[in-house]
């Protein structure tokens, strides 16, 4: 996979914008300049890549815009060693993401075909990512807890199970809402107490439930 300098400057004109949108942390913007966007896009939108839009990665899938990766990136918080589970792998940017800013990776994916065209893609890349096929709304229990879970489709509802798996003093960032979805952040202050902040409007593709 190639990344020339033409991308490498496209990718710093992105990341400029993504300052100007408001996204500060700095690690965050270091795992964006590390992971070039293109190389989990269709050859069609090479010259786009960078720009801040979500394009179709097949499997009525999209891949997020940049500033929705960044802000939710940046709201996770994320340290180094912590496990993260992911509901959503798509085409694998937002899981390289993570990866590179230092968290042990563990992604669920609903579609199959994306499942296992993005596990080849992150063993090609060496990137060592926990990829499960299975229903987001589950989770991965056998994997639980986690410090931190990232949902990157709009779902309709708060997945309980998910509320489960992640552990006490964890944060779980969602978009919750049918059409456009609120940006939601939850922190698990004990086994029943849950601190809840709403951060802004997103739009994302529907998250898909009972079909694995």
Sequence with gaps: MIDTYRHKGMRKNMLDELRQKGIKNKKVLEAMDKVPRHWFLDQAFLEIAYENKAFPIGCEQTISHPFTVARQSELLNIKKGEKVLEIGTGCGYQTSILFFLGAKVFSVERQKELYVKTKKMLSELRLRIHLKYGDGYKGLPTFGPFEKIIVTAGAPIIP??????LAVGGRLVIPVGKGKQIMTVID?????????????????????????
Excluded at 160 to 165: A, F, H, N, T, V
Excluded at 192 to 212: D, H, I, R, T, Y
């Design 188 to 212: 698990k202050v004990s086994e029943n107490e849950f601190n809840k902040q709403e951060l802004g409007e997103f739009s994302f593709v529907p998250m898909l439930e009972k079909k694995v």
């Design 160 to 165: 309980k199970p998910l509320l489960e798996q």
